[in-house]
């Protein structure tokens, strides 16, 4: 008796445990679902000229890690413009 409480109750938890972890994953992605793409491409040109002026300033890794910024937002972006395409053509 003793060991069949002990593996509900452990099985309880583990399956709590997992319904928990899984919830913040769910609505992460849905926040990073919307797209704008002209405060994006905004983002990404203020990103380059920084990385511009890093650079003339002497500081390659920081002009690095503000390229790598852009490059990372400037692929959401063509994923975004390119989900919004596909998806309008679907319905069409």
């Given amino acids: 008796m003793r060991r069949r409480i ?4 452990l099985t309880a938890a583990l ?3 997992v319904v928990f972890t899984a919830l913040p994953a769910s609505t992460a992605s ?3 679902a919307t797209c704008k793409p ?3 491409r ?3 040109a203020n990103l380059r000229a920084k990385a511009k ?3 003339h300033e002497g500081e ?3 002009a690095r890690r503000a390229n790598a910024q852009a490059d990372a ?3 959401r972006l063509n994923q975004c413009l390119k989900t919004e395409n596909e998806s309008s053509k679907r319905w069409s």
């Fill in 6 to 9: 002990s593996a509900l109750a």
């Fill in 38 to 40: 002209a405060e994006m």
């Fill in 42 to 44: 905004q983002n990404i």
């Fill in 73 to 75: 937002i400037q692929k």
């Fill in 30 to 32: 849905a926040a990073t």
């Fill in 15 to 17: 399956a709590g445990g």
């Fill in 60 to 62: 390659p890794e920081a």
């Fill in 53 to 55: 002026r890093m650079k």
